[in-house]
T-cell receptor, first 114, second 111 residues
Framework: DAMVIQNPRYQVTQFGKPVTLSCSQT?????MYWYQQKSSQAPKLLFH???????NEADTPDNFQSRRPNTSFCFLDIRSPGLGDAAMYLC?????????????FGPGTRLTVL | EDQVTQSPEALRLQEGESSSLNCSYT??????LFWYRQDPGKGPEFLFT???AGEEKEKERLKATLTKKESFLHITAPKPEDSATYLC????????????FGKGTKLTVNP
């Protein structure tokens, strides 16, 4: 089945220690998104790629970076995690965005910062 | 600014007790309205897409409807396994590739 895969499912890191989260998709979708979701809150969009074009949200901290080396893979890098960055990180894909198409989400990576 | 408001925030039902969840939206031009189900500790699972007022979609005990200002997710004779948080999101004309999410309704169905 076509799907969105995130690794790892759980990540524990230390305060200030860089961490990379991975997302891959077999849907061959053009758009890939990274969201941060904290308990009982809506997913918060951090940034997205339309093909190779990177789109950063205005309020996404510089501490968060992303790479998309090819259509299938996208990475979220947190350069110096703080306690406030502990959250669920969700990757999603969409066929071609523009608000007409649904997004398909991966299972998420739960990040713990010690 | 595009906004999505879901109500109630939380809803408790007895098994078999039908009810509806509401999603009100204010957007510059609706392109699509999306319903998701999210279980604790998991990513949102896509349920429905609605595009125009009057449209309805059904899946098992769930039916989603759309008007020009709001959408309803009707749950008929719910079972405990329907317990989850239900998220509503809209794609808007000026929103590029982004969706605007509501905060969700947490549904608990007691046996």
């Amino acid at each position: 089945d076509a799907m969105v895969i995130q690794n790892p499912r759980y990540q524990v890191t230390q305060f200030g220690k860089p961490v990379t989260l991975s997302c891959s998709q077999t849907l061959n979708h053009n758009v890939m998104y990274w969201y941060q979701q904290k308990s009982s809150q809506a997913p918060k969009l951090l940034f997205h790629y339309y093909d190779k074009d990177f789109n950063n949200e205005a309020d996404t901290p510089d501490n968060f970076q992303s790479r998309r080396p090819n259509t299938s893979f996208c990475f979220l890098d947190i350069r110096s995690p703080g306690l406030g960055d502990a959250a669920m990180y969700l990757c999603a894909t969409s066929r071609d965005g523009r608000g007409y198409n649904e997004q398909f989400f991966g299972p998420g990576t739960r990040l713990t910062v010690l | 600014e595009d906004q999505v408001t879901q109500s109630p925030e939380a809803l408790r039902l007895q098994e078999g007790e039908s009810s509806s969840l509401n999603c009100s939206y204010t957007v510059s031009g609706l392109r699509g309205l999306f319903w998701y189900r999210q279980d604790p500790g998991k990513g949102p699972e896509f349920l429905f897409t609605l595009y125009s007022a009057g449209e309805e979609k059904e899946k098992e005990r769930l039916k989603a409807t759309l008007t020009k200002k709001e959408s309803f997710l009707h749950i008929t004779a719910p079972k405990p396994e329907d317990s989850a948080t239900y998220l509503c999101a809209v794609g808007a004309q000026g929103g590029s590739e982004k969706l605007v999410f509501g905060k969700g309704t947490k549904l608990t169905v007691n046996p």
